[in-house]
C-alpha cells in the first residue's frame, strides 16, 4: 500500500508564496516521475509541474517563472515553491507519482488526496 500525504496549502494574498510539499509512504521500491496536478472550480485537472527521477523539470507555461518543483530522493518527497501567486492560482493542488512496489512490479499511478491553495486579497 502507498500513500501520497500533501501539506503546506491555505489562503495567501496575490503576490504571496506558499510551499507545497508531498512524501510518498508505504511500499516503495522506486519513484519515477513526481508531479503536482492542479483543478479549479469547473475546470479540468491540469499538470503544474513534474520532475524526473534525476530531477529534470518540466514546468507549465502559465507558472514558469514563479513556480519551481523538487524532490529528494532518499526522503521520497516532492515539493511546490510558488512565488508571485495570482488569483488564478487558486485551485485544490495533487501530488501524483509514478510508483513501483518491487523491481519487477509495473509503475502505478498514486495521488495525494489534494490540498487547498487560494489566492486572494
Known amino acids: 500500500q502507498v500513500q501520497l500525504v500533501e501539506s503546506g496549502g491555505g489562503l495567501v494574498q496575490p503576490g504571496g508564496s506558499l510551499r507545497l510539499s508531498c512524501a510518498a509512504s508505504?511500499?516503495?521500491?522506486?519513484?519515477?516521475?513526481m508531479a503536482w496536478y492542479r483543478q479549479a472550480p469547473g475546470k479540468q485537472r491540469e499538470l503544474v509541474a513534474a520532475?524526473?527521477?534525476?530531477?529534470?523539470?518540466n514546468v507549465a507555461d502559465s507558472v514558469k517563472g514563479r513556480f519551481t518543483i523538487s524532490r529528494d530522493n532518499a526522503k521520497n518527497t516532492v515539493a511546490l515553491q510558488m512565488n508571485s501567486l495570482k488569483p488564478e492560482d487558486t485551485a485544490v493542488y495533487y501530488c501524483?507519482?509514478?510508483?513501483?512496489?518491487?523491481?519487477?512490479?509495473?509503475?502505478?499511478?498514486?495521488w495525494g488526496q489534494g490540498t487547498q491553495v487560494t489566492v486572494s486579497s
Open positions: 501524483n507519482a509514478q510508483i513501483s512496489a518491487t523491481p519487477i512490479s509495473r509503475l502505478v499511478d498514486y
Open positions: 508505504g511500499s516503495i521500491f522506486s519513484i519515477n516521475i
Open positions: 520532475i524526473t527521477r534525476s530531477s529534470v523539470p
